[in-house]
Each structure stands twice: as structure tokens, then as C-alpha cells.
């Protein structure tokens, strides 16, 4: 493993990035968090790594950290990602997702750090023409999370072409379950993945799991969505720092699924398996603005990364959640 000082990772007490500072510290990487705690806990950082509490959009901090950590490289997940909220309070998204991220690229450019991988989304892709979507479709996002994040793809773009200084985009599809070791979960109240808010409903926290639709051009007529396991992305995003360690003079975009798509049907009827439940299926008409089917090509991250998903089965992204939601329910941790 090339020397890359230590890793800052922004929004690491957070859902995913708690899960990437887990990676990389099994990797054997020096860790450092950087995270406002507005929807993450400090008990999601582990003994011994930094944490630095605060706003990846305060340059004065972020430029103490990054000097005082020795920082190399970053892992941006701090932001805002909730769609329909977007589309209600875009300034907020504007604010949190794109400015705040070009004053972290500002102060990454003047600190010196030379790798930068950012948490993006399939959102920028808007309603594709065709599904499985691969990363040289167009870039359509139909709402302002998906357009604030296609912004700063764009404004790395720029940067990496100017400084001394490469990036990775990862691209997530529906990011899913907890660590199997029972580290850390989806922990944020009112969270709004399917996966987890069918785990509630299996352990009685809900009372039914809404249905969006059931009249798509899809086998059952509910949309089909990739789902990833959070550990295995996770990982990803140790295997794209290595990437960028080994060809400084590149950067890469590569989309992060299984190429793999389940209907919401499918998903709660996994849940009841793994559970031993029966959900209660809440019917309702379509949103606005959801595609029959999100499903990743990930031929590109097979062929440059070395990465391979380990935990690419249904079954076992839903046992993980349920795991995490049973352990969340027995020791409760405060904020």
C-alpha cells in the first residue's frame, strides 16, 4: 500500500461514511472525520480515529486539519441527499452538496492533498433511456440533488485539469444493509431507503411499507432498483483510493451496483423471508419523477478496480439491516 498520509474523511459519522472509515482502517490506512453530526453520531467513529467536529465548508478548519493531520487524501461524503426535499429547499442542496463541496475542493487544492474520491449518485443520470445504465450515458438529473451533485463531478473535472490533483466518482445506485459485524448501520430517524424502513416495519416500528406505484413497465409494475450492500461499497472506495495512489495522473467515474435489479415487491418479500414476517404493502400512486428501472452497468468498475462485491445477495443485504435494526432497538445509542 503507497504511503497516502492519512485519509480525512468528511461525513464519516455518517450512514456510508462510518462504513468507508471501517474499510479503510481494515486496509491498514490512517483515518481522520471530519462531520457536523447533523445526521451523524460521534459513536459511529471508532477508538482511535482523529474526529474533527465541523463543516467541510469552514476553509479555516478544514485547512488546520488537513496541515495538521498531514492529510493526502479525502473521501467526500458529507452532504444532503434526500430527493423529494431537494425539490422543496434546493438552496439547501445547492448550499450543502455544491457550495460547500468547492470550498473543500478549494482548501484540498491549497493543502496539497493529491486524491480526492466524491460520493455521487445515480440521480445524476435523471430517467435513462435505457437500463442497465452505464457511466457514458447522458447526464440528465431531474431534480436539484442530482444536479448539485452532477455539479461538483463537474467542478473536480475542472480542478484535476488545472492542479496537482486526481479524483474518483463513484456513482451509487440504492445503497443498502449494515456492517456484518454489527459496527455500524443506518442509524438516522426518518430515514427514507426501502430497506430500511421495511426492517422497522418487521420489528414493529411501522405499521405498513408504502408502494409507490404498481403500474411501471416492469415484471410486477413497482420499480426495479440496484441494490448494493454498504460494505461493499464501502470497499469500493478503498479500491478507487488505490487506483488514484497508483496512476496520479488519471482520475476515473465509475458507477457502483451489481448490475442486478429487484422490484419493491421483491425486496419486501425478501424481508418477510429473512424476517419470518408478512409486510403490510401500503399501495399508493407513483412520485413524481421515479424511472421504471435504476440498474447499474458495473462493467467498468470490474475492469479497473480491484474490486468484487462479496455480499451481492438479497437476502443478505436485508439480514444485515435486520441485524442492525434489532441492535439498534436493544442499546439504543445516544447521539
Not at 133 to 151: A, C, F, R, V
Not at 216 to 235: C, K, M, N, Q, S
Amino acid at each position: 500500500m503507497a504511503d497516502t498520509g492519512t485519509v480525512l474523511v468528511t461525513g464519516g459519522a455518517g450512514y456510508i461514511g462510518s462504513h468507508a472509515v471501517l474499510a479503510l482502517r481494515d486496509a491498514g490506512y490512517k483515518v481522520a472525520v471530519l462531520d457536523n453530526l447533523t445526521t451523524g453520531f460521534r459513536w459511529a467513529v471508532p477508538e482511535g480515529v482523529a474526529f474533527i467536529e465541523g463543516d467541510v465548508a469552514d476553509m479555516a478548519l478544514v485547512g488546520r486539519t488537513l496541515y495538521e493531520h498531514q492529510v493526502g487524501a479525502i473521501l467526500h461524503f458529507a452532504g444532503s441527499i434526500i430527493v423529494p426535499e431537494s425539490v422543496h429547499n434546493p438552496l439547501k442542496y445547492y448550499r450543502n452538496n455544491t457550495a460547500a463541496s468547492r470550498a473543500l475542493i478549494e482548501a484540498a487544492v491549497t493543502g496539497g492533498v493529491r486524491h480526492f474520491i466524491f460520493s455521487s449518485t445515480a440521480a445524476v443520470y435523471g430517467i435513462p433511456e435505457s437500463s442497465p445504465i452505464d457511466e457514458d450515458m447522458p447526464t440528465k438529473p431531474i431534480n436539484p440533488y442530482g444536479t448539485s451533485k452532477l455539479m461538483t463531478e463537474t467542478m473536480l473535472r475542472d480542478v484535476a485539469a488545472a492542479h496537482d490533483i486526481n479524483y474518483g466518482v463513484l456513482r451509487y445506485f440504492n445503497v443498502a444493509g449494515a456492517d456484518p459485524h454489527g459496527r455500524t448501520g443506518q442509524s438516522t430517524a426518518g430515514a427514507t431507503h426501502l430497506i430500511k424502513i421495511a426492517a422497522e416495519a418487521a420489528l414493529g416500528k411501522r405499521a405498513s411499507v408504502g408502494v409507490y406505484g404498481t403500474d411501471y413497465a416492469t415484471p410486477d409494475g413497482t420499480g426495479v432498483r440496484d441494490y448494493i450492500h454498504v460494505t461493499d461499497l464501502a470497499e469500493a472506495h478503498v479500491s478507487a483510493l488505490r487506483w488514484l495512489t497508483a496512476n496520479p495522473a488519471k482520475s476515473l467515474t465509475v458507477n457502483c451496483g451489481y448490475s442486478r435489479g429487484f422490484s419493491v415487491l421483491e425486496v419486501l418479500d425478501a424481508v418477510d423471508r429473512v424476517a419470518g414476517v408478512t409486510l403490510t404493502r401500503d399501495l399508493q400512486g407513483r412520485r413524481a419523477g421515479d424511472p421504471d428501472a435504476l440498474v447499474a452497468s458495473n462493467a467498468r468498475i470490474l475492469s479497473t478496480l480491484d474490486w468484487r462485491p462479496r455480499l451481492n445477495d438479497l437476502d443478505t443485504i436485508v439480514r444485515d439491516a435486520l441485524a442492525w435494526e434489532r441492535k439498534l432497538d436493544e442499546t439504543r445509542p445516544a447521539a
